[in-house]
């Protein structure tokens, strides 16, 4: 598939953003912005389940953390209630996020509405490139953030959390769970399933 002279734009804008995070994260072998390495793997795993993923979705996996570190959770009150609405908020400033590069780079509203319906998951059920960007997101969280959740929380609570994001999972996304190295805990929870 030839990508556009605005997708390479857009992605350089994206990429550029990322790199801000004063967060790192360690992924093989090497220090990243944290939301630089989570953009880079959620289209890793698009592509892979989506060789020839329109830019559209190329962008909303590229952008679905797009700054994050800039609302962190710790704004909002530590209970279930505050989860939500943290994560509902997080959807609608990175698809405005997305909107403004996407503008910069020259798309037309169209494409920018359609990049942002897919980073507020608009019809995750019903939408094939929302379910494969929610199978990438799923799959990044499980190769890039896995040890850092069984490190912080009892391992019922663990499995309770691997479980339900195995059901937001097309059959397809959890295929490609196999293909991750996951650390020994990693391992023996998932052996729990």
Partial sequence: ??????????????????????????????????????????????????????????????????????????NYPMNRVGYLKWREDLKRFHAERAGMLMAVAGYNAESIERVQSLNLKKGIKTDADCQTLEDALCLSFLELGFDDLIAKYAEDKVLSIVRKTAVKMSEAGRALIGTIKFSEPGQQILAQL
């Fill in 1 to 74: 598939m030839e990508l556009s002279t605005k997708y390479t734009s857009v992605i350089e804008l994206i990429d550029q953003a990322n790199a801000a995070d004063p967060n790192t994260i360690a992924y093989q072998g090497e220090n990243y912005p944290k939301e630089e390495l989570y953009a880079k793997r959620h289209l890793a795993w698009v592509l892979r389940l989506q060789p020839d993923a329109a830019e559209s979705l190329r962008i909303a996996a590229k952008t679905q953390h797009i700054c994050r570190w800039e609302s962190p959770r710790s």
